[in-house]
């Protein structure tokens, strides 16, 4: 297995383009065709993962947080990030990132997080918005079946679980070709009208240009028109956060014992009631203060999460109970995740590549 069979396979379960547009994910360091053997995995890249890395002689290291985040205007010593990347370039690791696509996607951060804290019927707390286009073009109606054929095969018409679906409206078309143009139908200079087809299909808004292009060379007009409309559609393969149900109840400072040792948080910042029966848990992995309004709106008894500010607390007053548990602590339960979705996929490769995941809490904060 090489590093970009890595890449594939991390971004089949969390593709890149669902990320955070400020984000940067996917290859930080290495060589796309170097072999790996050996994958570490873990939250942040600190000096002590690379020593445990170079210890277990990976030729891969796999994070959440990205070493590289800020375009860089130089690679040196003089700071701790050139001082890591020289360090993994110098032996060899390849360092891959998957940051906010890794916390949109199914199984990811936030339903992993959920999980570990025995949820049940989890689901995205807020599906994200805004990912798929709509592509409605104009087609002579002898040749519907090959332009539709071009845009299933580049990864238009997909809901769900069906393939080719396809919205076709039969109308009239004209044109009139200047002595420039070359019509399939009529002649150029002479005002001609066609039956036409409206074929409408969607896509993910990252394969539009190659739908468009494999849709262009199967349509027999040397002009095509066509239009594309952004949707606002909810994705139901993605979002944000996850909400489910503790089977059976329990009090909160029960739970909240259970939440502490299960996601090694030596403090817990809680705010709001105190309720006798937990039954609906929200929660987001890293910084989800923003869920708030969401997980009130999703009737849960409690939001776990990190990062939460004073006001917030305040905000979210006796709507529901609110925990900050920490950014690493509600993180890591992703960790052995990313290594089951990478066991599971060398396995049915056939591919003998030995993979662990660091026990190190590598967050930076110490209570005192
Ligand atoms: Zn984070």
Same mark, same amino acid.
């Given at each position: ?112 997080? @959920? ?15 805004? /990912? ?22 580049? @990864?238009?018409?997909?809901? @769900? ?69 952004? /949707? ?65 709106? @999703? ?70």
């Amino acid at each position: 297995m090489i590093v970009a069979d890595v890449e594939q396979i991390m971004e089949q379960w969390a593709p890149r383009w669902i990320a955070w547009e400020k984000d940067n994910v996917g290859l930080q360091v290495g060589n796309r065709k170097a072999r790996v053997r050996k994958i570490h995995i873990c939250l942040d890249v600190t000096e002590e993962i690379i020593d445990e890395a170079r210890r277990a002689k990976a030729d891969m290291i796999i994070s959440h947080h990205p070493l590289i985040f800020r375009p860089l205007t130089s690679v040196t010593t003089a700071d701790p990030g050139g001082t890591m990347i020289l360090r993994l370039a110098e032996y060899g690791i390849a360092l891959y990132s998957a940051h906010t696509n890794l916390d949109f996607t199914r199984e990811g951060v936030s339903m992993s997080l @959920g999980r570990t804290l025995g949820l049940k019927n989890i689901k995205f707390l807020a599906p994200l918005r805004g /990912l798929m286009t709509k592509i409605a073009v104009f087609v002579p109606s002898g040749s519907v079946g090959p332009v539709m054929e071009a845009m299933t095969q580049a @990864g238009a018409g997909i809901i @769900g679980n069906y393939s080719h679906c396809s919205f076709q409206i039969n109308g009239r078309g004209t044109f009139l070709g200047s002595e420039l143009s070359n019509p399939t139908i009529g002649t150029a200079g002479v005002l001609e009208t066609a039956e036409e087809v409206r074929l409408e299909m969607i896509c993910p808004r990252f394969r539009v240009s190659s739908i468009v292009e494999a849709m262009k060379s199967a349509h027999p007009y040397d002009e095509v028109a066509y239009d594309l409309y952004p /949707l606002d559609n909810e994705s139901t393969e993605f979002g944000m956060g996850a909400i489910g149900e503790l089977d059976p109840p329990q009090s909160l400072s029960r739970w909240l014992k259970t939440v502490r040792s299960t996601l090694r948080a030596e403090t817990l910042r809680v705010s709001g009631p105190n309720p006798s029966q937990v039954r609906r848990v929200a929660v987001c992995g890293g910084s989800g203060s923003d869920l708030l309004q969401a997980a009130v709106d @999703g009737a849960a008894d409690v939001f776990v999460t990190a990062d939460v500010r004073y006001h917030t607390f305040h905000d979210a007053g006796n709507q529901i109970a609110l925990v900050d548990a920490g950014h690493w602590e509600t993180e890591h339960p992703v960790l052995p995740v990313i290594a089951s979705k990478l066991e599971q996929a060398c396995s049915e490769r056939k591919e003998r590549v030995v993979i662990t995941v660091t026990n190190r809490k590598t967050s930076p904060i110490q209570v005192h």
